[in-house]
């Protein structure tokens, strides 16, 4: 194979084939099965499903309230990473072990918390309420579920990057003139960008496929606050399996072309800069 | 410019790494620090830097206290061992940073800054690179780019630490004698920091030996190499060969042979410190040759290198040159005599 490079660690043909297999028959398979399964509909059936008003209303909210949750958690989370990299206090690892939760609970247990909390009588609704903000049952509420689930993805992405920040760095900027603000757009900023971008990517994505959470906060209300997947288990519950396919493969496809263009970018970034 | 450096001490938890230093740079001058690992010559140059603040004393640029003065505003290039480059930036980005932070007021048009960084990139012959990226660029590049960035901000004094350190060999002599005519060229006061003594004698004006904090000796490099002021500074130096012996009468005996220790107390402890190169061999006995027997030659090169066993000393390590090792046709196991030309007598230690 022209692509095959010595390496002095064997184990090239039988790793890729291990990888291909694998990937196959976990994610490949499955999604294919998807795709072909939604074959069964005619052209016009299938856009007739997936152009349905409440459909369309789903996917701006779940594509919408995720890029909000991604958003969040893309500066918040920064803001995490920098505090757990580069102070040292008291509890420090325990508020670092803290940021992983949201992966280890339930997400229907993480949903019902937080829509009892800010719930218009909850301990924090109640403060929203009179300014006539309602957090829970809204779309309000499913971005602050996607933010809460998606919160670890930037610090785990980021952390790494920062500790591994030479201080040099930083001390030659600011022997060369640099004020704090300058170093860090300038320089801090633009070193952590790929892990910035991964980290977005990673929560983006989870964003879009959780349901377990936003089912409980969202209120479910048909046009406002109705996420895509529950779109598709409601089409499930209905025994309209082509339907609900034909759903999760929009879904499937603006996913991977998001993922997709960034992953460009960061190959991209990487390529320019010659590091591949 | 030049640096003054008064009554410097500063402290680690319990670590001492400078311990009461007093130095001046003078204007234009180019200097080596000069010592082992952990003797604090990059704590010192960093505190000239104003990247680490001493615990006391005081740093003076031509005349004028810059001790509480941040390093943004001290206006010093720094150059560091690993480069310290900025890797999403081109080349001719890095060396443009330092005028392009500046504020408005005084920042240089883009033309005047294009002008500049490809004046000093052709200072540093690197014209050609403007719009790489660093991780494109070997490491002697890499860091003439690093000087080039330094020198943007026209800093009142450079500061180097350990610039070749992560260079190999061959190109490290290149860009050692390369900054030596760099600085004839714009003499900006430079300090150095290296622990090569071989670099140090080479490129400084003047070296700096220092020791667990502390300063040893300062002088020009044929000072600190013929006239050591201290065992530590003539072992640093260069390959020594040592014996331990005693005064009498002025002499020091050392396996037979006399050598003498005027100016010696007598009955003091007597460290000798004689060089390799600087012990000739003989097969005829005198008062002051030592008697040995060779075991071990090694060809390094230009010279040859003869491991000499000496009853009750350590092995003594002799060097010659190829043509006097031809001359003399030496060979292992032979019964020698070693006269050395020049030997420090150290008492009192």
Known sequence: MAFKKHSVLPGFNLALGYTLLYLSIIVLLPLSALVLKSTGLTAEAFWHAVSEPRVVASYKVTFGASLIAATINLITGLLISWVLVRYSFPGKRFIDALVDLPFALPTAVAGIALATIYAPNGSIGQWFEPLGIKVAFSPIGIVLALTFITLPFVVRTVQPVLQDLEPELEEAASSLGATRLQIFWKVILPTLLPALLTGFALAFARAIGEYGSVIFIAGNMPYVSEITPLMIISKLEQYDYLGATAIAVVMLVVSFTLLLLINGLQWWSAKRMGRR | MSIEIKNISKQFGDFKALDNINLEVASGELLALLGPSGCGKTSLLRVIAGLETPDNGQILFHGEDTTDTHVRERQVGFVFQHYALFRHMTVFENVAFGLRVRPKKTRPSDAEIRKKVHRLLELVQLDWLADRFPAQLSGGQRQRIALARALAVEPRVLLLDEPFGALDTKVRKELRRWLRRLHDEIHVTSVFVTHDQEEALEVADRVVVMNKGQIEQIGTPSQVYDTPASPFVYQFLGDINLFHSRVHDGWAEVAGA??????????????????????????????????????HVRLLGSTVRLEVDVADHDAVEVELTRERYAEGEWKVGEAVWLNPRDAKVYTGL
Not at chain 2, 260 to 289: F, N
């Open chain 2, 258 to 295: 006399r050598i003498a220790a005027t100016d010696s107390p007598d009955a003091a402890k007597a460290t000798i410190y004689v060089r390799p190169h600087e012990i000739d061999l003989s097969r005829v006995a005198s008062e002051a040759a030592i008697a040995g027997k060779i075991t």
